[in-house]
Structure formats: C-alpha cells, structure tokens
T-cell receptor, first 115, second 109 residues
Framework: NAGVTQTPKFQVLKTGQSMTLQCAQD?????MYWYRQDPGMGLRLIYY???????DKGEVPNGYNVSRLNKREFSLRLESAAPSQTSVYFC??????????????FGPGTRLTVL | QKEVEQNSGPLSVPEGAIASLNCTYS??????FFWYRQYSGKSPELIMS????GDKEDGRFTAQLNKASQYVSLLIRDSQPSDSATYLC?????????FGTGTRLTVIP
C-alpha cells in the first residue's frame, strides 16, 4: 500500500516547455487534489476532482490543466511553463465515506523549476 | 483577507518545554479545523483535527478551538527535537482545505 505517489520527484523546464505531473493513489479514494506550495504563501489549491469524471478549478488554476484518468490517477499539465510556476506541487486524496473522511493524504511532492 | 492566518515564526523552544502555535480564521461558519505537520522537504501529514469548542488531547498534542473568537491553537507538551517542523493550520471549505502559511518550530536540545 503505497498511498499517494507522484512522478517525477524533480523537474527542470525551460520557459515555454510543457510537461505532465502524474499522481496515483491506491486507497480507493474518490477525491483528489493538486496544490502548489510557495514560500510565504502556504498550500494553494490548483484543481480538484471530487470524483472520477469531474474536475473543478481551485484558487490558482491559470496555466494548468488536469485530467482525472480513472479513480486512481489525477494528472496536472503545464502547457507552456513560466518561471512563476516554479514551485513544489503536491497531490492529495481523500475518502468521502467511512472513517477519516476529512483527512487529506499527501504525496511526496514534485519540485519544479522553470528557467 | 486570507481564510487562515498563522504567525510564521520562527518559534524556538527548549527541549521539554511547551510549544504553543496559534491560528485565526475568517469564516465564522467554519466547522472543521486541522493541524498538519510538515518536515523540511517532506509532505504535510495530519496530526490533529478538531470540530467542537474546547480542547482535544492526543498524546503530547492538544488542539484548542474557540469559535467565538475564531481561533484554533496547538499545544505540544514536552517538546522534542523531532517536533522541529512547520505546522500548518487548515479549515475545511466546501470542497477542499484552506491552509495557513505555517509556523516553523525549532526545538532546541
């Protein structure tokens, strides 16, 4: 049981390049989230998916797209990376039934640098 | 106004002392509150949740909630060097969590 996994762990991009951050969870959770964490800004929600087949914008969605590929996987895509997207990206998941429905479980993060 | 405000610190306490971390929130309708711990270079992990006014204890950790004053705090008793981390306060929104910027705690041996 790996929990929430993210790939890659580190990435360096040049301005204008594209890439997809991958996230998968094996806890059979319905809800999944993408956050970015910047110094002094805390964790900010980019997009979330309440259930398979649905996605919604969070606080800072501009410059990103997401895909809820299936119940396990939720990917984040940067179509044209900008230096302002340099950040640490965390994926999280949450159960919506049973115990601990308020607990979000976080992946290890992806450290992205855009030059 | 941010949903959740925290003193960014840093906060330093000697080993064995009580560390007190504070958080205020703006939405008077908030019902659920959480404390996450984040070690440097790692992801956040939930350590406490609290939903009712008053205190909730779990081992060395005590969460305190005062809805009238819109603040929530975390007390760490008998602080250990392993408690050195950033502590994030969060409240539950309609579909996600709103996080504060975190308070960095250092426990000095």
């Amino acid at each position: 049981n790996a929990g929430v996994t993210q790939t890659p762990k580190f990435q360096v991009l040049k301005t204008g390049q594209s890439m997809t951050l991958q996230c998968a969870q094996d806890m059979n959770h319905n809800s999944m989230y993408w956050y970015r964490q910047d110094p002094g800004m805390g964790l900010r929600l980019i997009y979330y998916s309440a259930s398979e087949g649905t996605t919604d914008k969070g606080e800072v969605p501009n410059g990103y797209n997401v895909s809820r590929l299936n119940k396990r996987e939720f990917s984040l895509r940067l179509e044209s990376a900008a230096p302002s997207q340099t950040s640490v990206y965390f994926c999280a998941s949450r159960a919506i039934a049973g115990a601990n429905t308020d607990t979000q479980y976080f992946g290890p993060g992806t450290r992205l640098t855009v030059l | 106004q941010k949903e959740v405000e925290q003193n960014s610190g840093p906060l330093s306490v000697p080993e064995g002392a009580i560390a007190s971390l504070n958080c205020t929130y703006s939405d008077r309708g908030s019902q659920s509150f959480f404390w996450y711990r984040q070690y440097s270079g790692k992801s956040p992990e939930l350590i406490m949740s609290i939903y009712s006014n008053g205190d909730k204890e779990d081992g060395r950790f005590t969460a305190q909630l005062n809805k009238a004053s819109q603040y929530v705090s975390l007390l760490i008793r008998d602080s250990q060097p392993s408690d050195s981390a950033t502590y994030l306060c969060a409240t539950k929104g309609a579909n996600n969590l709103f996080f504060g910027t975190g308070t960095r705690l250092t426990v000095i041996p």
